[in-house]
């Protein structure tokens, strides 16, 4: 089997491309936030910004809309990766925003649930507790889907201004136990 010059230009000029591409999917798209929380960040003036779209739908996700705050999770505070047969409590101040919704689900992108602004009740001083697990919970609960591996995300949609430009509060996850 003889392979023409051509062919093999061609052929090179794929692999640099697609390693390329990986690189700067690698690059954008995810920042830290903090210890435990990723932010995924979609800025139309970053030269990396189609890669960075390409990485909310490489797991499945729509990116997040314009001026939203978009973060993900897979560990709990104690640096463990999330699991559907445990159970958690995500608690923190409520997030500062017209409108905030959390969620947990494959962290391929399948199966999720999802808890929103609407739906919480909050105590007297606009704290969250949000029990995360498979089996009902009295006040705030997110039903985890039975799917291993957990992705847990947080979407703040119009957020107000922080005081002094200071960084948005995240909420803590706690584990409570496993089954």
Known sequence: ????????????GA???????????SRSGQVAADGKWMQGRVDPKNPNALYALGHFRQDGLLPPANGALFYTRLVDDDGNSLRSSCSYQLSGPQPAARWWS??????????????SARDAVLTSDDQLNLALTRRAAPGNWLALPDVGTLRVALVIDEPYPTPKGGAVPLPSIKKLGCE
């Open 15 to 25: 692999v640099v491309g697609y390693l390329t591409g990986v690189n700067a999917l």
């Open 102 to 115: 959390v969620s947990a689900g494959d962290v391929a992108g399948g199966k999720a649930a999802s808890f």
């Open 1 to 12: 089997m003889k392979i023409s010059l051509g062919s093999a230009f061609l052929l090179g």
